[in-house]
T-cell receptor
Framework: AQSVAQPEDQVNVAEGNPLTVKCTYS??????LFWYVQYPNRGLQFLLK??????LVKGSYGFEAEFNKSQTSFHLKKPSALVSDSALYFC?????????????FGTGTRLKVLA | DVKVTQSSRYLVKRTGEKVFLECVQD?????MFWYRQDPGLGLRLIYF???????EKGDIPEGYSVSREKKERFSLILESASTNQTSMYLC????????????FGNGTRLTVT
């Protein structure tokens, strides 16, 4: 069965420091992987996706994510955090071999950037 | 830019009422989804639709039904609202490709008293 794990409920980082939000997945085929961000009282916004090819994917607002097939991970990164990056982050996976249209989401990680 | 519009930001309903949540997208997307979001549980799929009049159950369809009579509109129906359906409801749409991201509305926070 497909699944996504975000092992940290919350990540705290000082402004200007690099940040990492972790995501691991389990699928039977080759996954499509996505990161979304949610600001308070809003829906989710798409940040970036991995399809195939280069393991380092660049996305919106200076975020990037590193795909690691052997570790089945897709960690979200940013070289220098901003206070405005504080939000809830979700990792999601889609597996075309699963026979379903579903996107499977992790439980989310709250990022808090401290001034 | 894709716009997904949910008709209400906040709703308060009484137990036993029939509740309609409406969602409209303006990008001619084939796929539309309803999720509910609860703290600590992430997003859970209620129903999705891959074409007009086509629907499939998600992970938690009990107590819900859906309607998709037009491509741009996907409605979620709570036949008889219960307090355990108090939640944030998120509608999303995507195009048909497997690598297509979801585009979300701003959500409807439903409280059932």
């Amino acid at each position: 069965a497909q699944s996504v794990a975000q092992p940290e409920d919350q990540v705290n980082v000082a402004e200007g420091n690099p940040l990492t939000v972790k995501c691991t997945y389990s699928v039977s085929g080759n996954p499509y992987l996505f990161w979304y961000v949610q600001y308070p009282n809003r829906g989710l916004q798409f940040l970036l996706k991995y399809i195939t090819g280069d393991n380092l994917v660049k996305g919106s607002y200076g975020f990037e994510a590193e795909f690691n097939k052997s570790q089945t991970s897709f960690h979200l990164k940013k070289p220098s955090a901003l206070v405005s990056d504080s939000a809830l982050y979700f990792c999601a996976v889609r597996d075309p071999t699963s026979g379903t249209y579903k996107y499977i989401f992790g439980t989310g990680t709250r990022l808090k950037v401290l001034a | 830019d894709v716009k997904v519009t949910q008709s209400s930001r906040y709703l308060v309903k009484r137990t036993g009422e029939k509740v309609f949540l409406e969602c409209v997208q303006d990008m001619d997307h084939e796929n539309m989804f309803w999720y509910r979001q609860d703290p600590g549980l992430g997003l859970r799929l209620i129903y999705f639709s891959y074409d007009v009049k086509m629907k499939e159950k998600g992970d938690i369809p009990e107590g819900y039904s859906v309607s998709r009579e037009k491509k741009e509109r996907f409605s979620l129906i709570l036949e008889s609202a219960s307090t355990n359906q108090t939640s944030m409801y998120l509608c999303a749409s995507s195009s048909r490709g497997w690598n297509s991201p979801l585009h979300f509305g701003n959500g409807t926070r439903l409280t059932v008293t």
